[in-house]
């Protein structure tokens, strides 16, 4: 018989966890207002379906203000919940920032978009706000459970939103491409994850770490570090898990792609270097070699097929792929300099989005009036769409990573983290001189390609006879001029702020 007494009278050998809820704030905030949308949707159903995307965009918004608040009381970061595996500090800022800025871009780009097509839209941006939860909570997630969580929140809804065009054949293909991919990358990922919780006796990310560095290179620590990273190698397109991602971004709702290029990649890099800097940092001569091969396969093979595309989706889908070359490429010198490295990564990702979501924008509108996303069809665009032709030749120029603007500064950093030739730095090594080589030499014929797309626009004849203007809905003009603002500003300022070398870890 157990005494109710003896229960009452004995400590509990667990604690209620304290909630730092202003920590929680923006994610709680979007949980709420994801709430208030569906609530809107089901009570009003078709008399909501204008409002629903500019509410959605506000919800981004207001989940913005905690971001800044908790930023302006930057002397109390980090905050850490549930001992650690819940962290908020200045990199998580940026991060959660980043998600919710791009996340209110590719809203204004799917408001006139998703009407055209008519289908149901309210459900899309419900699943965009889903999605996003999980961003802002791998941005802070320090321990596999909610890291793993985190992804597959963030993964999800993607496969759905990928094959909402249900009439549409590609549309279909996509969804179901990228789904069966994602879920087979998943299981791998979580294998390895598995394994390194067996070797750990902990999912925390820094016990993980601490755990590893005791341990030699057998067999099971070599398959728990390289399934993890697998994984996440699926999650950025990374060569050769990239095959889902150039049939996934032609048949996606355009506003999807652009989602799916930006956030969601950059979603898959924060997890990335929480792993690799926290959780790997003693394994270095077990990953870099491996972020080497992968690096520069990614980078080479993108560019190499982004060559041969015609259509400027799939053009920019391999672009994609070779950017995501030029991020990992820091992370295959990582212990040199971890700072330098992580500097490198998170700086191309702010810039990335901007430019990448700024072409997206351009491809949108211009199809609007060519009904067509061959790159032919942006012949003679400067004729009728001067600002616009302007717009995309900015962002062509910094994808390629030429100076003034915005792209080139992501390139010369991540020169800068593989020839050691930052604050604190040594000599450079062969590895990092031969890596720098390679981006040198993708980074010309990446040019060739996207100023290929430029003489369409301003040398070449227009292909049809109809020169009328093209009329850009508001929304529209307001996410490109977002795009333009960020990608010329960061040409000549770091976006990056200055953060200490404790944070994200690399401090411990």
Sequence with gaps: MISFDLLANTELAFERPAIDWHAAAPELVLLAWGALVTLVDLVWLEKARRFIPTLTGFGFLAALIPVVTLWADSDALPRQMFDGAYVTDELALVFKGLFLLSAYVVVLLGANYLNDGNYYDSEF???ISASVLGMLIMASARDLVPIFIAIELVSIPAYLMAAWRKRDLKSNEAGLKYMLMGVFASAIM???????YGMAGSTQISAIGEALTGLSDRPLVILGVLFTLIGFGFKVSAVPFHTWAPDTYEGAPTPLTAFLAVASKTA?????????LIGFESKSELVEPFMWVLAAATMTIGNLIALRQTNIVRMLAYSGVAQAGYMLAPLAVYSANPELSRSAVVNYLLIYAAMNLGAFAVVIIAARKTKSGEISSFGGMFQYA???TVAMTIFLFSLAGLPPVGGWLAKWRVFESLLFFGEGSTAPSLAGVLLAVLVALNSVVAAYYYLSVAKQMWFMPAVNDDNSTIKIPSALTIALAIAVVITVVSGV???????????????Q
């Design 190 to 196: 979580l294998y390895g994850m598995s394994l390194l």
């Design 493 to 507: 300022t770091n976006l990056m702020p200055e953060l200490s070398t404790a944070d994200f870890g690399l401090g």
């Design 386 to 388: 001067p600002g616009l």
């Design 125 to 127: 941006y419900q699943l």
């Design 268 to 276: 898959g890099f924060v997890a990335l270097l929480t792993v690799i």
